[in-house]
């Protein structure tokens, strides 16, 4: 079944700063990879999301970028700001199958 | 106002009781998910079901037991089987299949086990 490993666990930045999390996974056939935040109490919500047919997806501050080749993808936050300390999560799964999330990392963001 | 509801928030309970999560959604979701979430490892998937009357264990079910009676509703048990019950348990909904769209996530039920 599907693996999914995300570095690092903890991530601190000065506001402003760029902050990149990184997952890969093991199953080929995977083509699907979403991103959750989850802030200190509250659900995780989907903040973006990448299908195998494309590279690079952006959305005003964050993209994500995958290498399918590599089988690895990432999160990249610019001019990050207070409000984007969280705990993300990424997640792949192939068709018809279930999600498999990373364990997490949580970022921080000091003023 | 369409959502995910799970109930309670916050449960007490003594060793060797079972315990049941409450999970509602009006989406009109058909897929169901129960997720259990422990510091430093993620969301790690107990229990799923893709239609009524049917489910499908996930990587972490033994001790753990569910139903899907009504589209709506997806309750799970935490039997006295499971070692260590206590945790954060996440229900999430979706459309018929998860990698065609968002995952929605209830607001959680902190079970501690005394």
């Known amino acids: 079944g599907e693996n999914v490993e995300q570095h690092p666990s903890t991530l601190s930045v000065q506001e402003g700063d760029s902050a990149v999390i990184k997952c890969t996974y093991s199953?080929?056939?995977?083509?699907?990879f979403p991103w959750y935040k989850q802030e200190l109490g509250k659900r995780p919500q989907l903040i973006i999301d990448?299908?195998?047919?494309?590279g690079e997806k952006k959305d005003q501050r964050i993209a994500v970028t995958l290498n399918k080749t590599a089988k690895h993808f990432s999160l990249h936050i610019t001019e990050t700001q207070p409000e984007d300390s969280a705990v993300y999560f990424c997640?792949?799964?192939?068709?018809?199958?279930?999600?498999?999330f990373g364990t997490g990392t949580r970022l921080l963001v000091s003023p | 106002d369409g959502g995910i509801t799970q109930s309670p928030k916050y449960l007490f309970r003594k060793e060797g009781q079972n315990v049941t999560l409450s999970c509602e959604q009006n989406?009109?979701?058909?897929?169901m998910y129960w997720y259990r979430q422990d510091p430093g490892q993620g969301l790690r998937l107990i229990y799923y079901?893709?239609?009524?009357?049917?489910?499908q264990k996930g990587d972490i079910a033994e001790g753990y037991s569910v139903s899907r009676e009504k589209k709506e509703s997806f309750p799970l048990t935490v039997t006295s089987a499971q070692k260590n019950p206590t945790a954060f348990y996440l229900c999430?909904?979706?459309?018929?299949?998860?990698?065609?769209?968002?995952?929605?996530f209830g607001e959680g039920s902190r079970l501690t086990v005394l």
């Open positions: 997640a792949a799964s192939a068709r018809f199958q279930k999600l498999v």
């Open positions: 990448i299908r195998s047919n494309v």
């Open positions: 199953d080929s056939a995977s083509n699907y």
């Open positions: 989406l009109n979701h058909d897929a």
């Open positions: 999430a909904s979706a459309g018929r299949e998860v990698n065609v769209g968002e995952l929605f």
């Open positions: 079901s893709q239609i009524v009357n049917d489910f």
